[in-house]
């Protein structure tokens, strides 16, 4: 019987002598690295699936035979988003209501604007944040026109970062009797001239930065429409000329010592001022006092 030698070449002997690489490593384990890593019950693995299983997206991180039909994912998904905005508005109606206490209400609130209210704060799960909502829906309940649509939008998008800039900005600005008009005095000088050019004196900046506010946060006020990202100035022409402040509730009033000057701020736009109106009065004591310091070179200050 004769052997036969083609087996013998093709198991024993690959061709040319060389050890079959392609062969070898077809028959070794291969450890898949995605699979393995999902066994792996690591302290950031199972905070990490905490997290997707709130949103019903924790199937990619669970063996296949563990997982459900994408149907039935999908179902889930929404079944917990539906579950969540309603825990999230039911939460901000319970805040609100807390609030309208010893209040009066609007005998015709605007149901449009309600509507429009509950698609905008539903997805708003922050403590903080939801009272921010709550207290804008008091606000409209009891005054109705408060809140613009316009300005609901801007603070959707609004983070808690966000809310925490806006109150620095109006712990250290300034509103007129009006309460329209909200600005923050970054400085003021007298227009030159012969007498005063060289005057060192003639002009007085405020440093807004070094109680918090730096220019980056002012563009960041802009991003979000809250704030005009360009100076303003307000001129005073006259000596003895007055101007009535209040500075988060304590009055500020102003009369020029001398004439042309004019006041630096920068001034929040209509959307900030409503937004501004969530924010409690809290006075920055030590920001006053260096406004009222700088503000002396210029005008005689009486509180």
Known sequence: MK????????IEQPNNGQPNNKKHESNLPIENEELKSKNVESPTHKQFFKITQQFGLEAPLLPIEKQMPIEDRS???GRLTYLRQQENIEAIMDKTFAFCANKSLDKRPDLDWFDRYITLAENV???TMQDLWAKILMGELTRPGSYSLKALKVFRDMSIVDAKLLAKACSLAVKDQSKKNIRLISGTYQQPGLLNFFNKNRQQHINLSHFG???ADILSLADNHLVYKQESELNVIAVGEKLNFYFNGLPLKLSG?????AIQFYKFTPIGTELANLISDKPNDDFFTTLKQQLRHHFEISE
């Open 75 to 77: 179902t889930k998904r």
């Open 257 to 261: 010592k001398k004439s042309n000057i």
């Open 3 to 10: 052997t036969d030698k083609t087996s013998v070449i093709v």
């Open 125 to 127: 799960s922050n403590k």
């Open 213 to 215: 506010l730096n220019y």
